[in-house]
């Protein structure tokens, strides 16, 4: 394993570095102030538009996908430390680059899985940033950990499908721009295989039935630049059977390969996220005095940003192997690092910027400083693609199974 940058992973940082210099954390404190200013709570402030023309034009635009037919070709040992920058300021710098959640996976789903058709009418609007999608998995009424208890029906009736059920915390589905749903429902629900019960369609929003009920908040925040987080209800939405994705039954098997990158591209932004919290911790600790002496004297401060600095180098080298294996032996052959970092970075970093909080005192659960929201942002994401709990009990189950 060589873990080096190859050239054009230094090259891609260098002008992603400097692209977040110049354009990304100025633009920070001026969506705020315009959001402030707009009709609705979920319209883009137009310096977001700023950023992603300035990164089409830089050619910093859909690093995340491997295809080259589409996308920038990177592997996943390549895409890994550009993901790590991004999170340094995970509301802006992802959407700018048309690298976010949850359009990612929904484009990696459809460039894997989706047909002809399918691609030239959702994938290359999406990948031109033309619009936005969502994906319509988690349900209110059961244990979405999961999947197989998934109630949504799709039923087959002549040449369409239609759809039933209640999804909620559908990121995306606020957005004004998002015009297309992924959703996951049974098309057999009385099938012998509780894996083979679940499909997937497309359906356009403006589709009659689909209604979108409320947003749906996150520790009190609204992520308005994913384009928030709904409860939408599907009630007698006929689509063509042509917006089936892959095949009947097939839907638990290609949740599970979207869900493989999008869990690596979490981790890879935590990373980023953690680093920004130092970053912020280390600038408080030398400019703000306590008891006589500067907060960096302070043996408890030096000991956060200790243990802060060996637990973030232990996690990228865990993340980097994650991603070298997934380029090598691919996402099956990687699942158990998959679900190691999984499971040990959003925890890592929550209690990272938990420190980072305290030490700003008051500053830190402020508007004043990104801490509030980086730590709702790592908290959630120990549940979002799998409860710690659920990639907790298939690793011991494989490490167990050694032995039985």
């Known amino acids: 394993m060589d873990f080096s940058y190859d050239a054009r992973t230094e090259e891609l940082r260098a002008r992603l570095l400097a692209f977040m210099d110049e354009h990304v954390y100025p633009a920070e404190a001026v969506a705020e102030e315009q959001r402030a200013a707009l009709a609705s709570p979920w319209d883009e402030p137009p310096v977001v538009a700023e950023l992603k023309a300035e990164a089409k034009r830089q050619g910093l635009w859909n690093l995340f996908l491997p295809d080259e037919e589409y996308g920038a070709g990177l592997t996943n040992l390549q895409y ?96 004004p721009d998002c015009k297309v749903f ?16 679940q499909s997937m369609v497309l359906v356009p929003r403006d589709t009659p039935g689909v209604e979108v009920r409320r947003a749906m908040r996150v520790y009190g925040y609204e992520d308005h630049y994913h384009g928030g987080h709904a409860e939408v209800v599907f009630e007698d939405v006929r689509v063509p059977a042509a917006n ?97 970092i999984k499971i040990a970075t959003p925890r890592a970093v929550v209690d990272i910027v938990d420190k980072a909080v305290q030490a700003h005192g008051a500053g830190g659960v ?27 009990r298939s690793l011991a189950r494989r490490e167990l199974k050694k032995y039985l």
Request: proline fraction near 5%; charged fraction near 25%; include cysteine.
């Open 80 to 175: 890994a430390p550009l993901a790590e920058i991004t999170g340094r300021s995970p509301q802006l710098a992802p959407t700018a680059l048309n690298c976010a959640a949850p359009d990612t996976g929904n484009m990696e789903l459809l460039a894997q899985f989706g047909d002809e058709a399918q691609r030239k009418q959702w994938l290359e609007p999406l990948l031109a940033g033309e619009v936005r999608s969502a994906f319509a998995m988690t349900e209110p009424e059961v244990a979405s950990s999961d999947a197989t208890n998934i109630e949504t029906r799709i039923r087959r009736d002549g040449d369409s499908y239609v759809i039933d059920g209640r999804k909620w915390y559908i990121s995306g589905a606020m957005n």
């Open 182 to 197: 992924i959703v996951m429902g049974k098309t057999d629900p009385e099938g012998a295989d509780p894996r083979r019960q």
């Open 244 to 340: 089936l994705i892959g095949e009947e039954g097939g839907g638990f098997a290609i949740a599970q390969a979207r869900l493989g990158p999008g869990r690596i591209h979490h981790c890879m932004r935590l990373i980023g996220m953690a680093e920004r919290a130092v970053e912020l911790t280390c600038r408080r600790a030398v400019s703000r005095t306590a008891f006589g002496k500067s907060l960096a004297q302070q043996g408890v401060v030096q000991n956060w940003i200790a243990d802060a600095r060996v637990t973030i180098e232990q996690l990228r080298l865990l993340v980097l192997k994650t991603a070298w294996l997934m380029d090598t032996v691919g996402n099956k052959g990687a699942h158990t690092e998959i679900q190691a």
């Open 366 to 392: 402020s508007q004043d400083f990104p801490l509030a929201e980086l730590w709702a942002a790592a908290r959630t994401l120990r549940l979002a693609d799998g409860p710690d709990e659920v990639h907790q």
